[in-house]
């Protein structure tokens, strides 16, 4: 379960606290901190095909630890993109612009303040 709900952040005027997801390694299971350090993976097929289209996070230091203690050397297949990718892949994906999230973070940051 790489994409976590955590409770992380004490609202700082005594309102409800804040709940934010956030990316953790599936090799390791420590939070990715930084869009950069980060890959998505996922399984194909010998033809390069998805196999179950499910997605794997890592820290681009436990990709390859990760990719053996999940069948590389059996032959299974990985393949993998960074992190940073998946965050312009979504909200083209949801019919979102970049101008759309930018404006819909300021409004989350001006109803939690
Ligand atoms: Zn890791």
Redo the contacts with the bound molecule.
């Keep these: 379960m790489p994409i976590k709900l955590v409770l992380p952040i004490n609202h700082p005027r005594g309102r409800k606290d804040l709940t934010c997801p956030e990316v953790h390694?599936d090799?390791?299971q420590?939070r990715i901190k930084s869009a950069r350090h980060g890959n998505y993976e996922w399984e194909v097929d010998e033809q390069g095909a998805p196999t179950t289209g499910q997605m794997c996070f890592?820290?681009k230091?436990?990709s390859r630890p990760f990719r053996q203690a999940n069948g590389e050397a059996e032959g299974r297949h990985w393949f993998s993109m960074e992190l940073a990718d998946l965050l312009v892949f979504l909200p083209r994906n949801l019919s979102t612009s970049p101008q759309q999230v930018a404006a819909h973070e300021r409004k989350m940051i001006e109803h939690a303040l």
Aim: proline share 0%.
């Design positions: 390694c090799y390791c420590e890592t820290h230091l436990c």
